[in-house]
Every structure is written in C-alpha cells, then in structure tokens.
Nanobody, 114 residues
C-alpha cells in the first residue's frame, strides 16, 4: 500500500520554526516530484513548494520564499519542509503529495499564534 505520512506540526509563536516530515511507505520518494500544500482555515488548498526528482531543484511560492526550504533524505525516504520565521498566516493544514497529486498524506496541523 502506497502511503505518505506527515508529521511535525504543532502550535508555535510567530517567528518560531518547525520542520515537517513526509515519510513514504511502499513508495520510494526519490523517484517522484514531491510537493507540499497549505490549506488555511476556510480556504482552498494551495501548492507552496516542490522539489524535483532529478537535480533536486526546488520552487516556492512568493509567500514562503526565503523562509521555507525543502530537502530530501533519501536513505530515510523522507522529504522535509523546514519552516522558519513562521507567521500567523502560515496557520493551517500542511499536506505532502507525490507525483503532482497522485498520492497524498493525511496532513499535519500548524498553528502560529501568540
């Protein structure tokens, strides 16, 4: 069974950092473009970051550029989303996806509040 499992979310204060993990089970993540999505409360899910499966190139939407970074740990079969300088507007559910939405994790909640 192909499965993605996110972890690492939580309640933090503005300016704090979190590292989210997306672990693959039954799927080798290094073979796929991996993406992270953010769904703010009451809003649609939006793509925020991708990492390709060749050169490891990353792309970010403007709202997270310079604050978030993607990386892979291929031996562990995990993709990380490092989130720095978190803002209240970063609050929401973060989900990872393989191969442009073919496979999804269940999501992890991030709440940024003072």
């Amino acid at each position: 069974q192909l499965k993605l499992v996110e972890s690492g979310g939580g309640l933090v204060q503005p300016g704090d950092s979190l590292r989210l993990s997306c672990a693959g089970s039954g799927i080798t993540l290094s073979n796929y473009v991996m993406s992270w999505y953010h769904q703010a409360p009451g809003k649609e899910r939006k793509l925020i970051a991708t990492i390709d499966n060749t050169a490891g190139s990353t792309r970010y939407v403007d709202s997270v550029k310079g604050r978030f970074s993607l990386s892979r740990d291929n031996p562990k079969n995990i993709v990380y989303l490092q989130m720095n300088n978190l803002k209240p507007e970063d609050t929401g559910v973060y989900s990872c996806s393989a191969n442009w939405g073919s496979i999804w994790g269940q999501g992890t909640q991030v709440t940024v509040s003072s």
